[in-house]
């Protein structure tokens, strides 16, 4: 079980920080992602992060202002928002797969958060 929290209204150009904790003994063995779903578009891929931690992957869009990262012990993944713009307003979600790779494609994560909400005023 996944749940997303941390989401809120922001002003351009502010900062937030989602967090996903996850239950279970199995996290460190999946690949986690960040998806997100603006209004009434497609749920697109943001970021993922292998099971180690060691490498992670962006989407061109957010790439130099997001950074994710993971905490297997805590069962914890972060998501650092920085210089938010208008257009990064959605529901973003966390994700998880047992997957060896980051994959951008919804289909090959299992597991999914409930979604939060960030809101970006211009």
């Known amino acids: 079980q996944l749940q997303a929290c941390g989401g809120g209204l922001v002003q351009a150009g502010a900062s937030l920080t989602l967090s996903c904790a996850a239950s279970g003994r199995t996290f460190s063995s999946h690949t986690m992602a960040w998806f997100r779903q603006a209004p009434g578009k497609e749920r697109e891929f943001v970021a993922g992060?292998?099971?180690?931690?060691?490498?992670?992957y962006y989407a061109e869009s957010v790439k130099g202002r997001f950074t994710m990262s993971r905490d297997n012990v805590k069962n914890t993944v972060s998501l650092q928002m920085n210089s938010l713009k208008p257009e990064n307003t959605a529901v973003y979600y966390c994700?998880?797969?047992?997957?060896?790779?980051?994959?951008?494609?919804?289909?090959?994560?299992?597991?999914w958060g409930q979604g939060t909400l960030v809101t970006v005023s211009s």
């Open positions: 992060i292998r099971s180690t931690g060691g490498y992670t």
């Open positions: 994700a998880a797969g047992r997957i060896p790779l980051v994959e951008t494609t919804r289909s090959r994560y299992a597991y």
